[in-house]
Antibody, heavy 126, light 113 residues
Framework: QVQLVQSGAEVKKPGASVKVSCKAS????????ISWMRQVPGQGLEWMGW????????NYAQKLQGRVTMTTDTSTSTAYMDLRSLRSDDTAVYYC???????????????????WGQGTLVTVSS | DIVMTQSPDSLAVSLGERATINCKSS????????????LAWYQQKPGQPPKLLIY???TRESGVPDRFSGSGSGTDFTLTISSLQAEDVAVYYC?????????FGQGTRLDIK
């Protein structure tokens, strides 16, 4: 079955960086894009950006431009989200999710999400 | 950015009764060329990731019980649970995928009365 499995919880100090992985299985990785969302505990969902599984094209939320980098490794069907200069308000559960419609163009960012990874809690604290 | 506003923030409904959640977008998410509304609904239970229920505003995802239905067009949308079951207790989110940044509603918490 289609599955996304994320890396484990992280604790980081302010100013540090974190890299979360998202390993896909059960489908052709290069046929779909991956979006990343985050959710502060008890609050709503925030879209962080999208990366094409086909060619690595990205579309980042303007709010995070300059601090976030999304990459893929097609040889292992894994997507990565790197967030730098961490602050306390970056403490959240981070999710990866597959775009539901296959394709290779930049318009694949305009998609609903299914499935989602299990989530990775990133805690930023001094 | 398209702002998604859900109402109410929370509601409590008796088992077997109808639950209705509304979602309003700050601009239309109806794409004129294909006449599709770029709107999805998710269910999230504690400690779990969101689960897709509805896409294209009214298309039920495979495996989702038919008591869940979506309706609406343009800027106003509704998720209806026709007969509430205990397992439907969750937070529900709408999401627009018409433009970036992709945005979600703030969530509606559904409980049993």
């Amino acid at each position: 079955q289609v599955q996304l499995v994320q890396s484990g919880a992280e604790v980081k100090k302010p100013g540090a960086s974190v890299k979360v992985s998202c390993k896909a299985s059960g489908y052709t990785f290069t046929s779909y894009g991956i979006s990343w969302m985050r959710q502060v505990p008890g609050q709503g969902l925030e879209w962080m950006g999208w990366i094409s599984g086909y060619n690595g094209n990205t579309n980042y939320a303007q709010k995070l431009q300059g601090r976030v980098t999304m990459t893929t490794d097609t040889s292992t069907s894994t997507a990565y989200m790197d967030l730098r200069s961490l602050r306390s308000d970056d403490t959240a559960v981070y999710y990866c999710a597959r775009g539901s419609v296959p394709g290779t163009g930049r318009d694949q960012v305009y998609n609903w999400f299914d499935p989602w990874g299990q989530g990775t809690l990133v805690t930023v604290s001094s | 950015d398209i702002v998604m506003t859900q109402s109410p923030d929370s509601l409590a409904v008796s088992l077997g009764e109808r639950a209705t959640i509304n979602c309003k977008s700050s601009q239309s998410v109806l794409y004129s060329s294909n006449k599709k509304n770029y709107l999805a609904w998710y269910q999230q239970k504690p400690g779990q990731p969101p689960k897709l229920l509805i896409y294209w505003a009214s298309t039920r995802e495979s495996g989702v019980p038919d008591r869940f239905s979506g309706s609406g067009s343009g800027t106003d949308f509704t998720l209806t649970i026709s007969s509430l079951q205990a397992e439907d207790v969750a937070v529900y989110y709408c999401q627009q995928y018409y433009s970036t940044p992709i945005t979600f509603g703030q969530g509606t918490r559904l409980d049993i009365k």
